[in-house]
């Protein structure tokens, strides 16, 4: 305990450097292999450092001629009170337990926060992104692919963010699976504050990551950087509704720059302005995706000996045999919610005898009612 402290304090010291981003405490702590080492390096063993040049050797050793700087020390021992009172704990690029992912990307974090932890399943992980506002196709597609994935033994990693992602992780979760959020603030300012209770349970079986210090405030220009660690960390991205302009097309290009996979899930042409997926699929950046099998089958030898072996395919759907009436109820809901007044209207019947027959679909599990009366089909 007493030396993962020291090189906490070590590792934080080196990142509040001038002249020294994450690429370059990276290729300090490959170099040297210890955090320590880095601090006590005379200027020619440093500049030995590939992206090191001689200026950022002499600043960096005359930051600790005389050990660590006051106002340094002051910022580092906050840091590690913050974690003690959220119990984080840090994993940097040269422990066992880093995302392996994630070392094989241009750009990785030198360090995370977690809370939680990051376990060897992990590397069979898929990310789900996508809308914060997503139609009623979209929940129940996020809801059936996370429970999919997590059934098959696959970690499912997002950013806990409104909509696709909070309801991969939860469903996820529903599945008895494991999921992983990386956010873009400080794992003591979780954003958006309603999600608090889903990350206690995202703890509890996978984790919360960060690569911001302590305190962060989740301002938007942390978000790109959080999504190439979502999809960095992972096999493969998943995206599901998403604006041409949305935060999830940036995971999805990030993605393809790290030579991941992409998929999507069509979108609707309803001109709801989430057609960020088919603009992906007609571009030929993104692989066209019905099943969870599409996923499994496309990442094939990659999956092999991290997810069960005997995890049977997902089923094919079975529509149960309907009457005439049912049919004909049926024949006018989507997957968009529908007021029983409307459907009844539809339908030429009587509230009261369309809601018998919706009564008799969803026990046959073809329709959901949700609040308000209202229905969709499934």
């Known amino acids: ?11 934080l010291s080196l990142a509040r450097v001038p002249g020294i981003g994450p690429a370059r405490l990276r290729a300090l702590l490959e170099h040297f292999k210890d955090s320590g080492a880095v601090l006590r390096a005379p200027v ?27 106002e340094t020390a002051a910022f580092v021992d906050d840091q590690i009170a913050r974690m003690e009172t959220a119990g984080a704990a840090f994993v940097h690029i040269l422990d066992p337990q880093y995302p392996p992912h994630l070392h094989t990307i241009y750009d990785p974090p030198a360090f995370l926060f977690t809370l939680g932890s990051i376990e060897p399943q992990d590397a069979a992980g898929i990310a789900i992104v996508g809308s914060r506002d997503p139609s009623t196709y979209g929940k129940r597609t996020a809801e059936a692919f996370a429970s999919a994935l997590a059934a098959r033994g696959i970690t499912v990693v997002s950013g806990l963010a409104r909509g696709i ?34 990350a206690r ?6 984790a919360v990551l960060s ?6 405030k989740p301002d938007a220009v942390n978000f790109p950087q959080r999504n190439r660690t979502v999809s960095g ?6 995206v599901i509704e998403t604006r041409v302009d949305g935060g999830a097309m940036i995971t999805a290009r990030s993605a393809l720059d790290q030579n991941r996979e992409v998929f999507a899930i069509p979108s609707p042409v309803s001109g709801t302005g989430r057609s960020g997926t088919n603009l992906l699929l007609r571009e030929g950046r993104a692989l066209l995706t019905e099943t969870v099998d599409d996923i499994i089958d496309e990442l094939g030898p990659r999956l092999a000996g991290l997810i069960p072996d005997d995890v049977p395919p997902t089923p ?4 149960p045999t309907l009457s005439l009436f049912e049919q004909h109820v049926l024949d006018v809901l989507s997957e968009d919610p529908l007021h029983i007044d409307a459907i009844a209207e539809r339908t030429s019947l009587t509230a009261a005898d369309a809601l018998v027959r919706l009564l008799g679909l969803e026990c046959k599990s073809v329709v959901r009612q949700l609040p308000g009366k209202y229905f969709v089909r499934l």
């Open 201 to 206: 349970r995202i703890m509890e079986h996978g």
């Open 233 to 238: 960390m992972t096999l493969g991205t998943l």
């Open 211 to 216: 690569e911001f210090a302590m305190g962060t």
């Open 316 to 319: 094919e759907r079975i529509i």
């Open 1 to 11: 305990m007493g030396d993962h402290r020291r090189i906490v304090r070590e590792i």
């Open 44 to 70: 020619r063993d440093l500049i030995r450092v590939p992206g090191i040049e001689h200026k950022t050797a002499l600043t960096l050793a005359s930051f600790f001629r005389s050990g660590i700087p006051e």
């Open 165 to 198: 992602d909070t309801i991969a992780h939860a469903a996820a979760l529903q599945a008895g699976g494991r999921t992983i959020a990386v956010i873009g603030s400080g794992l003591d300012v979780l954003y958006p504050a309603e999600n608090a209770p889903l």
